[in-house]
Nanobody, 122 residues
Framework: QVQLVESGGGLVQAGGSLRLSCEAS??????MAWFRQAPGKEREFVGL????????RYADSVKGRFTISRDGARNAMYLQMDSLKPEDTAAYYC?????????????????WGQGTQVTVSS
């Protein structure tokens, strides 16, 4: 059974940091990604990382503040979030796909975690 489990969300003041984790079980994936969804808004791409090259891509809104990393041995992915802003407040979701072709579209990911809430206070 394939599972993605996020952890690490919480409440933080603006300018602070949080580190989210996503642990996968059941199989490995070529591409893993983070998305987020604020109340009343559509789910949006945050960043993704590949398996072989580990190269990461980011949404412009988080570039320079967020860092994605991957631990192949643990089948896990991480999202280090620094210089957090109130507009980063959202539920953050881990997603994964088998295809090695990266995509920023949510519909391109077949596997999803349950989400973890991040709240940034001003």
């Amino acid at each position: 059974q394939v599972q993605l489990v996020e952890s690490g969300g919480g409440l933080v003041q603006a300018g602070g940091s949080l580190r989210l984790s996503c642990e996968a079980s059941g199989r490995t994936f070529s591409i893993m990604a983070w998305f987020r969804q604020a109340p009343g808004k559509e789910r949006e791409f945050v960043g993704l990382i590949g398996w072989s090259d580990s190269g990461a891509r980011y949404a412009d809104s988080v570039k320079g503040r967020f860092t994605i990393s991957r631990d192949g041995a643990r089948n896990a992915m991480y999202l280090q979030m620094d210089s957090l802003k109130p507009e980063d407040t959202a539920a953050y979701y881990c997603a994964a796909r088998s295809s090695p072709v990266p995509t920023i579209l949510a519909k391109g990911y077949a596997y999803w975690g349950q989400g973890t809430q991040v709240t940034v206070s001003s």
